[in-house]
Antibody
Framework: EVQLVESGGGLVQPGGSLRLSCAASGFTFSRYCMNWVRQAPGKGLEWVAN????????YYLDSVKGRFTIFRDNAKNSLYLQMDSLRAEDTAVYYC???????????????WGQGTLVTVSS | SYELTQPPSVSVSPGQTASITCSGD??????ACWYQQKPGQSPVVVIY???KRPSGIPERFSGSNSGNTATLTISGTQAMDEADYYCQAWDSGTVVFGGGTKLTVL
């Protein structure tokens, strides 16, 4: 059974940093592109970043470029999101999500974690 | 940057057909997918690659994509289908979501 379990959320002051983790199990993690998607309270879904299966390429939402870094440790079956210079508008539930192995031009998320809440407030 | 537009809300009577649209420039030239999200839960994909249903998704869910509009259709809508629905596409390596549509079954 595929499982994605996020952790690391919490309350942080504006300008602070936080690192989110996503522990993957039930599939060969090193073969899949992985993503972070967030959802502000009462708002819609917003893709944040993704990373290729081998870590060779990363893409980011424009508003987090230069502040957030996505990385992975395939030996530990884990995905991470390092968030620096946090702003109030980064407050959201952050989901770890997997793209299917053979997505081709049809990129979507076939499995999601349960999410971890990040609150940026003084 | 690429944008997808959905109606904020759609209402449907039980047993009737619900249609939720998603508009974007030349969206028909990309693949669209749809997610269902119920309160307090993570999203679940109900349609991918325009019109494919993952295993376990009821046949009443279908999708189409042409021109500038993708459409999610729910035939014989049930009370359990009441949820938020999001379309999503992939453009130049980045992922874009629509703003979401709240489907009310009443």
């Amino acid at each position: 059974e595929v499982q994605l379990v996020e952790s690391g959320g919490g309350l942080v002051q504006p300008g602070g940093s936080l690192r989110l983790s996503c522990a993957a199990s039930g599939f060969t993690f090193s073969r899949y592109c992985m993503n972070w998607v967030r959802q502000a309270p009462g708002k819609g879904l917003e893709w944040v970043a993704n990373i290729k299966y081998d870590g060779s390429e990363e893409y980011y939402l424009d508003s987090v470029k230069g502040r957030f870094t996505i990385f992975r440790d395939n030996a530990k079956n884990s995905l991470y999101l390092q968030m620096d210079s946090l702003r109030a508008e980064d407050t959201a539930v952050y989901y770890c999500a997997r793209a299917p192995i053979d997505y081709g031009d049809s990129y979507y998320f076939d499995y999601w974690g349960q999410g971890t809440l990040v609150t940026v407030s003084s | 940057s690429y944008e997808l537009t959905q109606p904020p809300s759609v209402s449907v009577s039980p047993g009737q057909t619900a249609s939720i649209t998603c508009s974007g420039d030349k969206l028909g030239n990309k693949y669209a997918c749809w997610y269902q999200q119920k309160p307090g839960q993570s999203p679940v994909v109900v349609i991918y690659q325009d019109n494919k249903r993952p295993s376990g998704i009821p046949e009443r869910f279908s999708g189409s994509n042409s021109g500038n509009t993708a459409t999610l259709t729910i035939s014989g809508t049930q009370a359990m289908d009441e949820a938020d629905y999001y379309c999503q596409a992939w453009d130049s390596g980045t992922v874009v979501f629509g703003g979401g549509t709240k489907l009310t079954v009443l």
